[in-house]
T-cell receptor, first 111, second 114 residues
Framework: GQNIDQPTEMTATEGAIVQINCTYQ??????LFWYQQHAGEAPTFLSY????GLEEKGRFSSFLSRSKGYSYLLLKELQMKDSASYLC????????????FGQGTELSVKP | ETGVTQSPTHLIKTRGQQVTLRCSSQ?????VSWYQQALGQGPQFIFQ???????GRGNFPPRFSGLQFPNYSSELNVNALELDDSALYLC?????????????FGNGTRLTVT
């Protein structure tokens, strides 16, 4: 079957670093996405990993290990505006564009 | 560059009624996907349209149907509404069909069924 697991909630302090983990099980692998969703707003694309390793994009980095079925999103120099839900998602293989999303990790950044 | 727009933003319907939600894709995008998002959950794939044809469908009953028009805008129709259909409905456009092209989401339509 296909499944994604990520923690439901996390809390961190402004200026700190936080790592949000995601484990997945898929039949066939076609990359992994991270999206950010502020309350009441649309999800916005953060990153897409296909190959193993770390990809850095400003304060945000995303890591992938295909052999372990594992990814994480690393947020540095946390700001209050980073308080949001972070969604991990994997495309299914040959299922017409279907993305399977995790339930999202609600990150609260405290002063 | 115009982003993805959805209408209406909010809607209240009664069980058994029918509803049509609309979506304009981002300019240059020929693929539209629809997702249902319950409170506190990740989005669930309903279907994807590419050049006016259904490209793929999730585990939703036939009373969920869609259309894509020549200008790549799209509609989601839901018949015989049930209380469990209350959710945020998200439309997303992308440059390519399939699942490995980043999605650009609209702000969604919040549907409440009473």
């Amino acid at each position: 079957g296909q499944n994604i697991d990520q923690p439901t909630e996390m809390t961190a302090t402004e200026g700190a670093i936080v790592q949000i983990n995601c484990t997945y099980q898929t039949s066939g692998f076609n990359g992994l996405f991270w999206y950010q969703q502020h309350a009441g707003e649309a999800p916005t694309f953060l990153s897409y990993n296909v190959l193993d390793g770390l990809e850095e994009k400003g304060r945000f980095s995303s890591f992938l290990s295909r052999s372990k079925g594992y990814s994480y999103l690393l947020l540095k120099e946390l700001q209050m505006k980073d308080s949001a839900s972070y969604l991990c998602a994997v495309p299914t293989y040959n299922q017409g564009g279907k993305l399977i999303f995790g339930q999202g990790t609600e990150l609260s950044v405290k002063p | 560059e115009t982003g993805v727009t959805q209408s209406p933003t909010h809607l209240i319907k009664t069980r058994g009624q029918q509803v049509t939600l609309r979506c304009s894709s981002q300019s240059g995008h020929n693929t539209v996907s629809w997702y249902q998002q319950a409170l506190g959950q990740g989005p669930q794939f309903i279907f994807q349209y590419y050049r006016e044809e259904e490209n793929g469908r999730g585990n939703f009953p036939p009373r969920f149907s869609g259309l894509q028009f020549p200008n790549y805008s799209s509609e989601l129709n839901v018949n015989a509404l049930e209380l469990d259909d209350s959710a945020l409905y998200l439309c997303a456009s992308s440059l390519r069909r399939g699942g490995n092209s980043p999605l650009h989401f609209g702000n969604g339509t919040r549907l409440t069924v009473t």
